[in-house]
């Protein structure tokens, strides 16, 4: 006797389910079976002997508790403050920097170091202002001494705490303008005056641009350098408005990057409130577990996994793979099954 099978080819769409393996020790899960195009159908025509030698058990769709799941795309990203370009207040020409693509660097080192006369300036301005700061404090203290006396007019009195308060804001404007070029205020002297300021990373991380070269005047607060911190990745999704009522923190995410076959995991962290123009919504993903390996703007596809749902499927082993396709027999219908004699 001849078993006739009907071949259909199944195309898994973007809304199928993951298929899952569905075995007889229980807890597994199975592949859901709808939603799948049937683009040929053929017949295939086995004896007994080969129905035998490959094993063919018969089976059914059956109703499985599957995971209800909501598919996105999406990529890596890192927050605000893990993604920083680095400037400069002030102008100046580029003296010195070993930064590459890729480099690492570490917060608070040397990565680069500008030329300005206006530093000079700055300095000397610093050491003229203090100095004066010195005099006038001394003054206003004698000038409080003699008013305690009433020797002196108040009018005097007023006119030197005015002037110590003036020259004191000078000096402390000048202080905070070094300071925004690291330059140590407290390290000035006649002495050390230099015309060269140094510029520090301000996070720990990797070069990821380099905009300007040794020589390259640069005016104040141009881009300079982006360092990039890759330790805090998350996973940035696109999810369809129709699917955010169905979104919870706290639900697993699986996705695999681009060119990957590797599945990883995370946890959705945020939910955002605003839809845009394609009428989707953005959702932060927390990774589970780092990789110093992967990069900000990596292209991944996913699913979340919003609860557990009802389903008619197929277990896993009822899909048989061909030539990059997916294919299931089903059973022709008994009233074409033919006894023959054999030849």
């Known amino acids: ?86 400037s400069s ?8 920097t070993d930064l590459l693509q890729g480099k690492p660097v570490v917060k608070g080192e040397v990565i680069a ?23 006038l404090k001394e003054e206003l203290e004698r000038q409080q001494e003699l008013a305690k006396e009433n020797v002196n007019a108040k009018k ?42 140094n510029i520090y990373a301000p996070i720990s991380g990797y070069v990821t641009k380099v905009l300007v070269n040794i020589g390259k005047f640069v005016n104040a607060n141009q881009e300079l350098f982006e360092i990039v911190d890759t330790r805090h990745l998350h996973a940035e999704l696109t999810i ?33 409130r605003e839809i845009s123009a394609e009428r989707t919504v953005r959702v932060h993903g927390h990774l589970l577990q780092e990789d110093k390996n992967l990069l900000p703007g990596m292209y991944l596809k996913g699913i979340v996994e919003t609860g557990v749902a009802t389903t008619t499927a197929l277990p896993d082993k009822a899909i048989v793979q061909s030539a990059g396709k997916s294919y299931i027999f089903i059973a022709a219908d008994e009233t074409k099954e033919e006894k023959k004699p054999a030849d």
């Open 240 to 272: 369809f408005e129709k699917d955010v009522p169905k979104l919870k923190i706290g639900q697993k995410i699986r996705f695999v990057l681009n060119n990957e076959t590797k599945e990883r995991f995370a946890e959705v962290h945020l939910i955002g």
């Open 1 to 86: 006797m001849k078993q006739k099978f009907l071949s259909s080819l199944i195309i898994l769409t973007a809304a199928t389910v993951w298929l899952s393996s569905c075995s007889s020790k229980g807890g597994a899960e199975a592949a859901p079976a709808e939603e799948t195009k049937t683009e040929e159908a053929d017949m295939v025509d086995l004896s007994e002997d080969q129905f035998k030698t490959v094993n063919i058990q018969y089976g059914a769709v059956e109703d499985k508790n599957l995971s209800s799941v909501i598919r996105a795309s999406g990529v890596l990203d890192v927050p605000p403050q893990q993604l920083l370009t680095v």
């Open 113 to 135: 170091v500008l030329e300005n006369p206006e530093f000079i300036q700055l300095q000397q301005d610093y050491l003229d202002y203090k100095s004066q700061l010195v005099y």
């Open 89 to 96: 207040p002030y102008g100046g020409t580029l003296k010195s």
């Open 156 to 197: 005097t009195l007023q006119k030197a705490s005015s002037e110590y308060n003036s020259m004191m804001a000078r000096v402390q404007g000048l202080k905070s303008k070094l300071q925004l070029i690291n330059i140590n205020p407290d390290k000035i002297n006649p002495a050390n005056i230099s015309g060269r300021a």
